[in-house]
């Protein structure tokens, strides 16, 4: 019996532009509201997060409460913008403190080479082996746990990554033959660094800083969530999910509503980081 034939259904150009396009508004949208209502919440609108309202008791989601309240009546809207504050505190330290110093190591690697490639390979390498998220845990009970703290050490662990991922763009740029004519022609290290190499690596990065962000987002989480991230009453969203599951049956949208904002937030950035990757090629 002949092996039935594969029917190719033709799909649109315009069909395929709509689909990504479609997931890279609504990422951008969710983004941007976020962003707006987290802003909004700290300048002082809405409930106060920290305020205890005995009277609203786990009161299920309404136009007074949109998302609820938990145990002591506090407000789950506010506090998960509040959560939302922290984390994308945490990513902004991740990147600009574990994506600078990593991108200017692997680009000063890939330019140097000799002993300064062999020495940002060797701590590259005992940085990437060291079991991060008992160091991290342990720093943040010894030295407290500040959002300083947790976003400095998380940003410590991403500088590897960069620095990699840097020298290997590098190495790729250093032939190109802007580069190639502008040593030719005697120009210093530091203007063929600032003027002909980053400006091509820092395209190349765009995408690992997306998924960075992501990365730090479920860190400081996961953190929260174990009990090493901001202590009570101090929003979080890992340790917001983590109250409401004593009473996940009686009240589900105490982990709900924080849950569902993380892994929207998640997506959304995701979505863009592989946007980007899928326009540089």
Same mark, same amino acid.
């Given at each position: 019996?002949?092996?039935?034939?594969?029917?190719?259904?033709? +799909?649109?150009?315009?069909?395929?532009?709509?689909?990504?396009?479609?997931?890279?508004?609504?990422?951008?949208?969710?983004?941007?509201?976020?962003?707006?209502?987290?802003?909004? !919440?700290?300048?002082?609108?809405?409930?106060?997060?920290?305020?205890?309202?005995?009277?609203?008791?786990?009161?299920?989601? $309404?136009?007074?409460?949109?998302?609820?309240?938990?145990?002591?009546?506090?407000?789950?809207?506010?506090?998960?913008?509040?959560?939302?504050?922290?984390? $994308?505190?945490?990513?902004?330290?991740?990147? !600009?403190?574990?994506?600078?110093?990593?991108?200017?190591?692997?680009?000063?690697?890939?330019?140097?080479?000799?002993?300064?490639?062999?020495?940002?390979?060797?701590?590259?390498?005992?940085?990437?082996?060291?079991?991060?998220?008992?160091?991290?845990?342990?720093? +943040?009970?010894?030295? $407290?746990?500040?959002?300083?703290?947790? $976003?400095?050490?998380?940003?410590?662990?991403?500088?590897?990554?960069?620095?990699?991922?840097?020298?290997?763009?590098?190495?790729? +740029?250093?032939?190109?033959?802007? !580069?190639?004519?502008?040593?030719?022609?005697?120009?210093?290290?530091?203007?063929?660094?600032?003027?002909?190499?980053?400006?091509?690596?820092?395209?190349?990065?765009?995408? !690992?800083?997306?998924?960075?962000?992501?990365?730090?987002?479920?860190?400081?989480?996961?953190?929260?969530?174990?009990?090493?991230?901001?202590?009570?009453?101090?929003?979080?969203?890992?340790?917001?999910?983590?109250?409401?599951?004593?009473?996940?049956?009686?009240?589900?949208?105490?982990?709900?509503?924080?849950?569902?904002?993380?892994?929207?937030?998640?997506?959304?950035?995701? +979505?863009?980081?592989?946007?980007?990757?899928?326009?540089?090629?």
């Amino acid at each position: 019996m002949a092996a039935p034939e594969l029917i190719a259904i033709p +799909v649109s150009s315009k069909a395929r532009a709509r689909i990504p396009q479609l997931g890279i508004t609504l990422a951008i949208g969710w983004l941007s509201v976020l962003a707006a209502a987290t802003i909004a !919440v700290l300048l002082g609108a809405g409930a106060d997060p920290l305020a205890n309202d005995y009277s609203a008791i786990n009161a299920a989601p $309404g136009l007074q409460h949109p998302f609820g309240t938990d145990s002591l009546g506090r407000d789950i809207l506010s506090r998960s913008l509040h959560g939302a504050a922290a984390s $994308g505190f945490v990513a902004i330290m991740t990147v !600009v403190i574990g994506g600078g110093v990593g991108i200017l190591l692997g680009v000063l690697a890939g330019l140097v080479r000799g002993v300064v490639e062999a020495a940002v390979g060797f701590i590259t390498d005992v940085t990437i082996a060291l079991p991060s998220l008992i160091i991290v845990s342990t720093v +943040v009970t010894l030295a $407290g746990p500040s959002i300083f703290t947790i $976003g400095f050490i998380i940003s410590a662990f991403t500088i590897p990554v960069f620095a990699r991922l840097a020298r290997a763009a590098t190495l790729s +740029v250093a032939t190109e033959n802007h !580069v190639v004519v502008a040593r030719t022609l005697g120009a210093s290290g530091w203007r063929v660094l600032t003027k002909e190499v980053l400006p091509s690596v820092l395209p190349l990065m765009i995408p !690992v800083l997306m998924t960075t962000i992501a990365g730090a987002i479920v860190a400081e989480g996961a953190l929260s969530f174990l009990g090493f991230g901001l202590r009570p009453p101090e929003p979080s969203w890992g340790a917001l999910i983590a109250q409401g599951r004593a009473e996940l049956t009686s009240a589900p949208w105490l982990t709900m509503f924080p849950a569902l904002m993380i892994c929207l937030t998640i997506l959304s950035v995701n +979505v863009l980081g592989e946007h980007f990757r899928e326009a540089r090629r």
